[in-house]
Nanobody, 114 residues
Framework: QVQLVESGGGLVQAGGSLRLSCAAS????????MGWYRQAPGKQRELVAS??????NYADSVKGRFTISRDNAKNTVYLQMNSLKPEDTAVYYCNFVGLGADYWGQGTQVTVSS
């Protein structure tokens, strides 16, 4: 059974930084895409960033501030978040897509105070 375990969320002041990590326990055959999504209260879940073996993709709202990276050997994805804004406050979820499989983490709260 594969589980995604997230860490690194918390409370930070505007302008600060946080680094989220998401590691898979159990083996996943050929992870194609790793991504981070977020959901703020009363809003739909949205894609923040994703990474494949050859490219990255970011939401316009986080471009230049967030960086996604992956460690394939560890089945881990990271999200470095800099220059955080109050509007970045949300529950952040990691997502791994493999062959015929789609896994989600339990979510980690990020709160940015003004």
């Amino acid at each position: 059974q594969v589980q995604l375990v997230e860490s690194g969320g918390g409370l930070v002041q505007a302008g600060g930084s946080l680094r989220l990590s998401c590691a898979a326990s159990g083996s996943i055959f050929r992870i194609i895409v790793m991504g981070w999504y977020r959901q703020a209260p009363g809003k739909q879940r949205e894609l923040v960033a994703s990474i494949t073996s050859g490219s990255t993709n970011y939401a316009d709202s986080v471009k230049g501030r967030f960086t996604i990276s992956r460690d394939n050997a560890k089945n881990t994805v990271y999200l470095q978040m800099n220059s955080l804004k109050p509007e970045d406050t949300a529950v952040y979820y990691c997502n791994f897509v493999g062959l015929g499989a789609d896994y989600w983490g339990q979510g980690t709260q990020v709160t940015v105070s003004s």
